[in-house]
């Protein structure tokens, strides 16, 4: 008579699966798949469970991808409040670009649905408050919401023109035949300006970077404009 097939996972000698367990997994998978690159079966898979597990100690996917988006906003800067409003979004932005980039698909959820974990809670608290003392007065929450919402919907292009690093190319050795077009001076301009950008991709990466800096300073050049 055969022996039965263990009951457990410590049966099984195996450690015990927990809700913070299966959230690490998930992230570690957004970090190699991105957000929308997995499903729970594949989440199970990854823990060697079946996908009944996921649901016992989390839920459905969507519990599941405010795990991962908790996880991913935990490790974002929140910078002290003493801080000056325009470095205070500088650091935010600037160093959560970093972390966002490493989980592709997080920013546009951040973007299109709200932080609303509890992680996001203390920044968003504390990046009003910033911009309350500077000034801004009751414009202070509309502004935050512009800086933050540019950063985040500008990083979520960037994971999808990561994606399509070949296309970018073409597009740019294509946009290189207006160089030097006098009847065309803005376009000559532009392929100018392309041309000058890197091909391997630390050179992408620092274009990318200068970027994103160029943009965030040009927004807070604008809310500067609003400052009672």
């Not at 798949?33 to 649901?55: F, N």
């Not at 908790?70 to 003493?82: D, F, G, L, S």
């Not at 050795?173 to 391997?200: I, Y």
Request: with cysteine.
């Amino acid at each position: 008579m055969t022996s039965s097939s263990p009951k457990s996972r410590t049966a099984a000698g195996l450690p015990p699966i927990t809700a913070a367990k299966v959230a690490a997994a998930a992230t570690a998978l957004t970090a190699r798949k991105g957000l929308d690159g997995w499903s729970v079966r594949d989440l199970a898979g990854e823990l060697d469970v079946y996908p009944a597990v996921i649901y016992h100690h989390i839920g459905g996917r969507e519990a599941v991808l405010q795990a991962v988006t908790e996880r991913v906003v935990a490790q974002m800067p929140c910078p002290p409040v003493e801080l000056p409003w325009r470095e205070w979004f500088i650091e935010f932005l600037c160093e959560g670009r970093k972390v966002l980039r490493k989980y592709p698909g997080v920013a546009r959820r951040l973007y299109l649905a709200g932080p609303t974990v509890p992680s996001a809670m203390r920044i968003i608290d504390r990046g009003v408050t910033v911009l309350q003392r500077a000034g801004f007065g009751d414009e202070s929450v509309d502004i935050y919401s512009f800086l933050v919402g540019t950063g985040f919907l500008h990083v979520d292009l960037e994971d999808d023109r990561a994606e399509r690093l070949e296309e970018r190319l073409d597009a740019r050795d294509a946009f290189l035949a207006h160089s030097n077009r006098e009847e065309t001076p803005g376009l000559a301009a532009m392929a100018a300006q392309l041309g000058k950008r890197g091909r391997t991709p630390q050179e992408i990466t620092s274009d990318d970077e200068r970027a994103y800096r160029y943009i965030i300073d040009l927004c807070l050049d604008g809310a500067a404009t609003h400052l009672h």
